[in-house]
């Protein structure tokens, strides 16, 4: 027994010498061929081989959507047909408690590897206490991840310069305008609504002559988007910013300064011409309680309602197009020729916790989603099953299945609009996602951070709401509430806030 093991040893030892003898030759076999050949293919055995399947926990908020479960299985199973060493364990948390119950996960030392994060829940802390790895190295190597997204929407939605998040959007700027009854025009005589004077004209015959229709609704909450719909500026990139991000506020062009939104003479048409509307009776004397404008536009007691070309608000009125007519129809103030103003901005980022072990693995996964074939898998569901595809940019729905974008798959590259949706608004979305059609935003890369001045700024908060809301909704006389919300916002430190939203902004504008 002893001499079997040790003629074991040698006989090794010789073939590992030989090996060794042949590695330092010129790497030919006996009969003289080269053996360059044998490594490639041992390479190409290496890169075959089966790799280890390793579970990658996510959290995301909201519902579980209906039918997942076979969803994700129909996810795995491609992960591992195409061999990318992952499994997804998708996790669904109550979005009314999401955001702590992920920081607590966080603190308590959980390990996962994605999860949903964004400036409005708690990505800017996040950053802060390091608890996110920077992705900028690993986006760049993945290159169906970079391609999928725009330039653009990488450059600018950075924190402190670096790629704390992939962002997650579809759109790459806003676009407001009107859903409108378009029957209603054509049986008036009227012609495609092109100009605010012709929307006037429109909501004004609508109230003179319709007795079971009324002229326009809108939820009040939403309401703060109609200076920037009604404004002869709406929708073009002249003198002024009129979104930051920071409510209530705005950016000068021309001054280089910040001011309140209600100070803005490039919207000061529109607060007159809401109230106006509020007067007259254009807009509902309730717009101030109302939360049920969608409802009330499809059972077709409203000639308008709101609209934003986001590839959500539009779809909302599919269903009253299933009769085959094409009685609704868009309008987009200076249409022809808008050119909005835009940072680029997402809110919803995909981010890799610092405490992951399997960051890269995460990132070779976000990879993988931006394929089309893959994402449309996820984002739509089983083809045949849950979806068919009509063309390469749209698609017909078969179930109930609808997974939440926002959290993981959206890619500008890779939208499908349903077949259901209405030309307009398909016109108007397509827009919305080419960054072409757009123009940078002086203050692109700002995002607020209201730290120094945060009890300043929780002060300012409610006025929003108090007064700036009513003041977009005619409730308030335009002269009458842009006073008050001066003079509120004066007396509780708002001077030092708007220092403060200056000085951010110069640090970022500085050099532009």
């Known amino acids: 027994m002893k001499l079997s093991k040790f003629a074991g040893l040698a006989l090794s030892l010789l073939l590992v010498s030989s090996l060794l003898l042949a590695a330092c030759g010129n790497g030919n076999t006996n009969n003289g061929q080269s053996n360059s050949g044998g490594s490639e293919n041992n390479a190409k055995a290496d890169v075959s081989k089966t790799k280890e399947a390793i579970a990658l926990k996510a959290y995301f908020p909201g519902d579980k959507p209906v039918g997942f479960d076979e969803v994700l299985q129909a996810v795995n199973d491609k992960l591992k047909e195409d061999n990318v060493g992952a499994q997804l364990n998708i996790n669904f948390l109550p979005w009314s408690d999401y955001g702590n119950s992920v920081a607590v996960k966080m603190s308590a030392g959980e390990e996962f590897d994605m999860y949903l994060d964004a400036p409005w829940l708690s990505m800017n802390q996040m950053i802060a206490s390091n608890s996110l790895q920077e992705l900028d190295a690993m986006v760049a190597e993945r290159q169906e991840l970079k391609a999928s997204i725009p330039d653009e929407m990488w450059e600018y939605n950075k924190f402190n310069g670096k790629i704390m998040g992939i962002p997650l959007g579809t759109t790459q700027g806003p676009v407001y305008g009107l859903l409108i009854r378009k029957d209603l025009r054509e049986k008036h005589g009227l012609p495609e609504l092109k100009t605010l004077e012709d929307l006037e004209t429109?909501?004004?015959?609508?109230?003179?002559?319709?007795?079971e229709v009324r002229p326009f609704v809108i939820n009040g909450i939403k309401a703060d988007k109609l200076p920037f719909i009604l404004s002869d500026s709406a929708n073009l990139a002249l003198d002024e910013v009129l979104e930051i991000g920071v409510n209530m506020f705005a950016y000068s062009v021309k001054d280089k300064k910040i001011i309140g939104q209600w100070e803005s003479p490039m919207i000061a048409d529109a607060f007159e011409r809401v109230t106006k509307y509020y007067s007259d009776g254009i807009l509902s004397k309730n717009i101030a309680q109302e939360q049920n404008a969608e409802t009330l536009f499809k059972q077709g007691k409203y000639a308008a309602t709101y609209y934003a070309a986001d590839g959500v608000e539009g779809l909302k009125y599919s269903e009253m197009l299933t009769d085959g007519s094409d009685k609704l129809e868009v309008f987009i103030p200076n249409g022809d020729k808008a050119k909005p103003y835009t940072a680029f901005q997402q809110w919803n980022f995909l981010c890799i916790p610092a405490s992951s072990k399997h960051a890269a693995l995460a990132m070779d996964v976000a990879n993988w989603l931006s394929i089309k074939e893959n994402h449309?898998?996820?984002?739509?569901?089983?083809?045949?099953?849950?979806?068919?595809?009509?063309?390469?940019?749209?698609?017909?729905?078969?179930?109930?299945y609808s997974f939440p974008g926002y959290t993981l798959t959206w890619r500008p590259t890779l939208n499908r609009t349903p077949d259901t949706m209405m030309e307009d608004d398909k016109k108007w979305f397509d827009f919305s996602a080419d960054p072409a059609n757009f123009t940078l935003s002086p203050t692109a890369g700002f995002t607020f951070d209201a730290e120094k001045v945060k009890t300043e700024y929780a002060k300012i908060t409610p006025f929003h709401d108090s007064l700036f809301l009513p003041l977009a909704q005619g409730v308030l006389a335009a002269d009458k509430g842009k006073a008050q919300l001066e003079d509120k916002i004066n007396s509780v430190g708002g001077q030092k806030v708007i220092e403060e939203i200056q000085a951010q902004v110069d640090a970022v504008t500085a050099g532009k």
Not at 202 to 211: A, C, D, R, V
Request: aromatic letters at 14%.
């Open 376 to 400: 449309d898998l996820l984002e739509y569901g089983i083809p045949g099953k849950d979806w068919e595809a009509v063309g390469d940019s749209s698609y017909k729905v078969l179930s109930n």
């Open 202 to 211: 429109f909501l004004y015959t609508i109230k003179e002559k319709e007795t």
